[in-house]
């Protein structure tokens, strides 16, 4: 007998997510497919993620808010990747916005220039040309917008 068989009445259910929902912000797309993953019907579903909604254990926009800030504070990611990422779970535009507020501009511009400058040492090709590439590559990569990528690689490797 496979494990998924194990069900749950709703209110189970709803305890178990609650849990979930608490040791970590989640977006409600993470939460649908665990609940789909547990085996509940839409109209269960539907019930539990109004009862979270309402308790305050699922907060769209806080969740934008911190998935934006963690995203950037510890993986050093740029906006477009952040954005790209919200998208993939389904945020809506409006939470998006007010999630990539959360980032400073001045933390924005030296977390740049730190990281471009931490990647350039890591660069060992000689090539003036293949470097700009690696380089532009990598913070692409990140997220970083191309226009802000193209003015640090003038700056650093002229």
């Given at each position: 007998?496979?494990?998924?068989?194990?069900?749950?009445?709703?209110?189970?259910?709803?305890?178990?997510?609650?849990?979930?929902?608490?040791?970590?912000?989640?977006?409600?797309?993470?939460?649908?497919?665990?609940?789909?993953?547990m085996g509940?019907?839409?109209?269960?579903?539907?019930?539990?993620?109004?009862?979270?909604?309402?308790?305050r254990f699922?907060?769209?926009?806080?969740?934008?808010?911190?998935?934006?800030?963690?995203?950037?504070?510890?993986?050093?990611?740029?906006?477009?990747?952040?954005?790209?990422?919200?998208?993939?779970?389904?945020?809506?535009?409006?939470n998006i916005?007010?999630?990539?507020?959360?980032?400073?501009?001045?933390?924005?511009?030296?977390?740049?220039?730190?990281?471009?400058?931490?990647?350039?040492?890591?660069?060992?090709?000689?090539?003036?040309?293949?470097?700009?590439?690696?380089?532009?590559?990598?913070?692409?990569?990140?997220?970083?917008?191309?226009?802000?990528?193209?003015?640090?690689?003038?700056?650093?490797?002229?």
């Amino acid at each position: 007998m496979n494990q998924k068989s194990k069900s749950y009445t709703v209110q189970e259910a709803t305890k178990k997510i609650e849990s979930y929902c608490a040791y970590q912000d989640r977006c409600h797309k993470e939460v649908v497919s665990k609940l789909k993953d547990m085996g509940m019907i839409p109209i269960a579903i539907d019930t539990i993620i109004a009862q979270l909604i309402e308790d305050r254990f699922l907060n769209e926009e806080r969740f934008a808010k911190s998935f934006a800030r963690g995203k950037f504070n510890i993986k050093k990611w740029g906006k477009n990747r952040i954005v790209r990422e919200l998208k993939f779970r389904d945020v809506s535009k409006y939470n998006i916005t007010t999630a990539l507020k959360e980032i400073e501009p001045e933390a924005y511009s030296t977390t740049l220039d730190h990281l471009a400058k931490k990647r350039l040492d890591q660069i060992t090709e000689t090539n003036t040309q293949k470097r700009r590439k690696k380089l532009a590559d990598y913070l692409l990569y990140r997220g970083w917008e191309s226009h802000l990528v193209y003015e640090k690689l003038q700056k650093l490797i002229p």
